[in-house]
């Protein structure tokens, strides 16, 4: 076994009640089903997986709007990704070594 | 770049040169200070009247009073034009053309102009209100012509838009040492519309109040204040001073109060989950235990908590949090075991570091509790902007988040100054008040006004008019008049054809020269079924209302200048009338003079209204005087009309002089008895004595004082009881002397064919005996 870290994905700015999940190596580890943003915190949902130490496959996923997002990811401690979700429709995402900050 | 004025006259927004002592100023420039001219402004709607002041009239010495001349000695509007440069201050605030069409509780007008102090705008905005429910707001962008003269264009509107059909506005500022002797005029032009100029009063180097109250939890010390070069990462542009939160916000435009009553708040309130973080509800119920001021309504005042920890964690710095029940953003949240209390590694002064974050979180919320979004939030599709706005992630501004800014904090606070951006601004301060004080728009509805929501073209047109060349009225005369609604669209409209008849749609209002106005309160509430009828484009609906007396006594009553004003409630929207002006002569002799002095009274307003009594009988004692004494007088023809109708038909009195009162549980009641219940006996002869001087005696003269459509009404009631007690042939003569009258009067455009179709259909009824006909 290698050392564990920690994902944490936040959803921020864009979801309006839809149904988002999360997969990680092609396995679903989180889903809700109305991700909805607050916008006076830019923030819609927040969850943390458990993560080996390595390269990773990451993929969102919000079927209504046909938008999947996949990041290939390196983990190498605590990590943060951050996913909007655009008027057009698309994902993007931002990643940081440190924690997003919402105020 | 944004014009900036000096700094150090940021604290002069405070009202009437109160002083901010929370911030040490060597030197503060008097000149400047004294010679700002923004801030709000209101009119109060002062009507312009030519005739010269009113002399009272002194009791019982009859005097004999010369009938006011147009310019006798009096102020009038073209004399408003030598006032430069400053308008006096008693009695005229309003020139041109809507010069007549201002009684105070119909219209009134604040504007707020913001060309210099702090981040000055360049803009003009305001609010008409007119009616019970018109309301427009409105904004221009201004260019300075002179020292003290803008001009611009209204590019914003938001409510009723034929309040300002104008396109152009034109400022001219009266400056003062003295704030209550700086005025506005603006003036009002294009768009096809005729120019309009009114003044305005200053109110205030502000443009809204505000009160925040600082609560914290346990064992949280609030940071309010800072000190602007503590840290040395700051912009060479920003001077060194305490700066406090209350400061940013009186720069920002707002007069802000601290509560006297901050509160310190148990931890244990957020245990009730048995976790010791707080949650929003928690927080709800804590700002409603804790805030001296708070209430379920909309108010200019914020709940500012400083608390611990958000269940949201470490990464949560604040929140807006109130967008829970009914009255949103009333209360937001500062959390200080969070990452903003996190000492920077590697920085020069992490006290100071930490210290400005908390600062700047406790602004940024308190902008969320105005409904300003994030800087990048601007143009967002979950909720409509005010104006279109643009998101700008480099935004240097209380609204975004120094760690989202391109290269992070370091570069955000190397040009931050502590201010909010220029859209920020002009929404703080120009916005729609609804969309800015908490509690009231939704968090993020009209955030930064939603589109402008202009009206349609109006579809009615209220009239009011006396039945008579002149709006000359004799003293003591119930005025009594004449109300026509048309519609004016290019439609039929549909509408209860009774509308007019009551008064439960109708706010009536009267102003006498240099008095406040007054609302005539109907005597009397009725239900009337409503009777839909199509009002075809250019057809009316008419009925007449005394306006003189009502529930508070009397409106009209010594000579004078009068408006009356009405305004039509016509569910969907109100229909505001003309203003009609009207003069009252003075007493023509000393029985007059003296006799005023029983008829001003609410049990003779009683009388008249409901024609005549058996049992107020000081009141009908008088009007018997008048009858008798003042023949001249328009009074003694509504006197004769209340003493006819009054012995036209056997009168029921209730006498319960021997009766207990508290025994009594209705008329019939056996402890009231029969007795109690007395009947009066018509008097035929008195009735048709009376009505015939009230009626048919001048006609001619009873139509000009009642108003044809009243004259008709009355003539109709007198003819069916004529017809009743036998005398049709008298019924019909009646209706033809009245169907005459009115001929002549159709030429005169006063009188519409259809009347006399009715009046036709009226003989026809009293001829065949069919006493109960109506008019249609």
Redesign the interface.
Known sequence: MGTTNQLHVELH?GF?GEAVSAWLDGNEVWQTTGAR???????AAAFTVAVDQGRHRFEIRVPERDAILGLDIDIAGPWWIAVDLG?DGKLAARQSAT????? | MHERDDMNLDETMMDEGAIDLDLPQPYRPLWPWNNRVSGTYTSQSTIILRNPPVVPQPIPIPIPQPRPSARQGGRDATMMDDLDPMPLDDDIVDTGVDELSLIPLFSSETVRLDVDGTDPQQVISGEIRRGLRQRLHWIANLRRRSTSTWTGRVWYRNGTGSLLPQTTVTVRAYRSFFPHQRRLRVTFSGGGALTRTRDFRFHSSYFHDVEFEFDHEDGIAPVTTIQTHAHPNHPATVPSQNLSIETVYRRSGFRVTRSAGENAVPSSLSLGNGDPRWDDNEMHDAMQTYWSRFANTAQWALWVFFAKQHIQGHSLGGIMYDDIGPNHRQGTAIFYDSFISDLPAGDPNPAASVARLKFWTAVHETGHGFNLAHSWQKDHPFGPSWIPLTNDDAALSFMNYPFRYPGGEGPFFANFEYRFTNQELLFLRHAPERFVEPGNADWFQNHGFDNAATEAAPRFRLHLRLNRDTNVCQFLEPVRVEFKLENVSSTAQTIDAGILDTKEHLTICTMRQGDRARQVYPLAQVCPRPRMMLLEPGQSIYATHDVSFGRDGWTITDQGRYVVQACLDLGDLDVVSNPLMLTVLPANNREEMVLAQDIFSTDMARVLTFGGSRVLEAPMDTLRQVADQLRGNPLALHANLCLGRIAMRNYKLLDLKDTTHTDIKSVTDRAVGKKSVKVVDADIEAARKHLDLALTADMARSADLLANVSLHEEIDRTSIWLAEIGDNKGAVALQDQLGKLLKTRIETKTVQTRVLAEIDGMKDALKGGKTRAARN
């Open positions: 700015d309006s943003t607050r916008l006076q915190i830019d923030l008027r924690a997003f900050r919402h105020a």
